[in-house]
Every structure is written in structure tokens, then in C-alpha cells.
């Protein structure tokens, strides 16, 4: 089983469409957990945090289940320039440094 | 600020030459990485450096050496390329290798081993 889980999709939304996307992981240390965006041929980047209570940033609501060990992303309206890879990142907190990346949600939004 | 630069951005070799990928951060940041991207799965990190004189293995480091150069410069040396090794390389930085830091990536190297 992978550590990080993710439908890889692709997802094809309308523009305007609310879609959510999940990711599980296996490893209950997991400590601190985070979405990338990655562009088509570019590289990660941060799209936000994913905190126990949950939290919202414009357009996107993150989730996190620690006890069914899963992270949701909701995207609210979406706009044609969401469609990316959309990465489940988790951080171990065992010793050393472990950070896992899912192999990422294609999402594509269409006019 | 430049962030994380990488060089070069593309590259083919043929099995069993070397080559070195260069990367610059200029966050002051103490950790680097080094990743590699393969279709379909995610980015499996191949070293760390925690800290300036420092690395360390990740999950994928066989047929890979990195020198941390120096704060700025992390640099990851292929010494006999063989045809699995064709992937898209990340370079990374954050503050700290701690959890819950954000990692900034460099744009890549593609890198094609015939």
C-alpha cells in the first residue's frame, strides 16, 4: 500500500463546478500535512497548509480526518485556471526528516 | 529574489557518462533536497541536507552523490547514468527540515538517459 493515496483522475469540471478531491494516508505519525499545485511541466508549489481544525483560503476548503486518516480539498467555482496536479503532501514527525508526496489529482476545467 | 534555480534545464546522456546538477537557492534557507519526478508517482526524495555540511539519504539514493557547496548551493552528481535514472529532477529548499515547512522548488531539470 503507498503511504499517500490519490485518485489520479483526471477530474473534468465545468467552469463554475464545486470538486472535491481526497488523499489517505497510512502512517499515523503523520504530523503536518499539506496540497501542492503543480502546473503542467513545472514545478510543486504551495497551495496551502492543512491544519486539524480545518481551514479556508478564498475559493479552497482543506480537511483533515486524523482518525480516518484522510485530506480532502474542496474547490469552490472553479476557474479554467485551476486545472493543475493537485498534491497530497504529508511530514512524518519520526526521527529524520520524511516527507511523502501523493502522486497528485489531474484536475481539468473546462469552459 | 531568484528562489531556486536549477541548471541546465534540460539534458541527454548516454549510459554510463556522468553529469552534475547544479542548484542556488537565495532564501537563506538551511535545507536542501533533491527530488525526482516519475509518471505516476509522486516525488520520492533522493538526498537531503539539513544543514550546511550535512546530508543525508532519502527514500531513492542509489547511484546518486550530492555536496552541499555551501549555504546557497546544493548539487546532486549522476557518476554513471543508466536508463532508469531518466526523470525530471526538483530541486528544493526550506528554512528548516523540520515538519510543517514549506518547501520552494526549483523549475526542473529533465534529464533523458539513452
Known amino acids: 500500500r503507498k503511504e499517500v493515496e490519490q485518485d489520479p483522475g483526471p477530474f473534468n469540471v465545468p467552469e463554475g463546478a464545486t470538486v472535491a478531491f481526497n488523499c489517505t494516508y497510512s502512517?499515523?505519525?503523520?504530523?503536518?500535512f499539506f496540497w501542492y499545485r503543480q502546473d503542467c511541466r513545472k514545478e510543486p508549489k504551495l497551495l496551502m497548509s492543512?491544519?486539524?481544525s480545518g481551514n479556508e483560503d478564498g475559493r479552497f476548503t482543506a480537511q483533515l480526518n486524523r482518525a480516518s486518516q484522510y485530506i480532502s480539498l474542496l474547490i469552490r467555482d472553479s476557474k479554467l485556471s485551476d486545472s493543475a496536479t493537485y498534491l497530497c503532501?504529508?511530514?512524518?514527525?519520526?526521527?529524520?526528516?520524511?516527507?511523502?508526496f501523493g502522486a497528485g489529482t489531474r484536475l481539468f476545467v473546462k469552459a | 529574489n531568484a528562489g531556486v534555480t536549477q541548471t541546465p534545464k534540460f539534458q541527454v546522456l548516454k549510459t554510463g557518462q556522468s553529469m552534475t546538477l547544479q542548484c542556488a537557492q537565495d532564501?537563506?534557507?538551511?535545507?536542501m533536497y533533491w527530488y525526482r519526478q516519475d509518471p505516476g508517482m509522486g516525488l520520492r526524495l533522493i538526498y537531503y541536507?539539513?544543514?550546511?555540511?550535512?546530508?543525508d539519504k532519502g527514500e531513492v539514493p542509489n547511484g546518486y552523490n550530492v555536496s552541499r557547496l555551501n549555504k546557497r548551493e546544493f548539487s546532486l552528481r549522476l557518476e554513471s547514468a543508466a536508463p532508469s535514472q531518466t526523470s525530471v529532477y526538483f530541486c528544493?529548499?526550506?528554512?528548516?527540515?523540520?515538519?510543517?515547512?514549506?518547501?520552494?522548488f526549483g523549475p526542473g531539470t529533465r534529464l533523458t538517459v539513452l
Open positions: 528544493a529548499s526550506s528554512e528548516v527540515a523540520t515538519v510543517g515547512y514549506e518547501q520552494f
Open positions: 502512517n499515523s505519525a503523520s504530523q503536518s
Open positions: 492543512v491544519y486539524s
Open positions: 503532501v504529508v511530514n512524518l514527525g519520526t526521527g529524520g526528516f520524511k516527507t511523502i
Open positions: 532564501m537563506n534557507h538551511n535545507s
Open positions: 541536507s539539513a544543514s550546511e555540511g550535512t546530508t
